[in-house]
């Protein structure tokens, strides 16, 4: 159901978000990885792709672009009072990296 809603249905972040949380837990990385990449190109401002993304590059053993993907968030959302709180966890992951 999911890879026919990934192949029709290109306006959702759900799909791209639970497509990549399923290849993900499969162990199928490289499969969530350009499901992940492709969303978070497609919807910047969802955190959980993006963060989604860095978790399986890092799984993949690909600690720069785990990094990478994690600083992209991290310029979506500047540390300012509205954005304090998604920053700061951003920020957190970038530092156990």
Known sequence: FLRR??????????????????????????????????????????VEIGSLLSD???????KAGAIRALQTLAQKFPQDGKNAEMSGRIHFSLGRL
């Open 56 to 62: 399986v590059r890092l799984q993949r053993g690909d």
């Open 5 to 46: 809603a990934y192949t029709l249905e290109k306006r959702d972040a759900r799909v791209f978000l639970f497509l990549g949380r399923v290849l993900a837990a499969r162990q199928k990385t490289a499969s969530a990885e350009r499901v992940l990449a492709d969303g978070a190109r497609r919807f910047p401002d969802v």
